[in-house]
């Protein structure tokens, strides 16, 4: 038996290819089913009032007093 991956006949690459794509459409099957659907408390709804802008102000002065 060899241990190594670099001496390994192009059988063995193969089996390791195909295991790795067996056990990652597993993983990722697994983890789209035990994924949470339910949508609770994540839906928005408008049921506060909408706060519409007013006119425009233009602030002329600000009434603090500048130190120098």
Do not use: C, W
């Not at 459409?25 to 802008?53: C, H, P, W, Y």
Request: charged content about 15%; overall charge positive.
């Amino acid at each position: 038996m060899n241990h190594s991956i670099y001496s390994a006949d192009r059988t063995t690459h193969l089996k390791i290819v195909v295991v790795a794509l067996v056990v990652g459409i597993l993983v990722a099957g697994f983890s789209i089913s035990a994924r949470n659907n339910g949508d609770e408390g994540l839906t928005q709804t408008a049921s506060t009032r909408v706060m519409k802008a007013g006119k425009p102000v233009v602030i002329t002065s600000s009434g603090n007093s500048v130190v120098r």
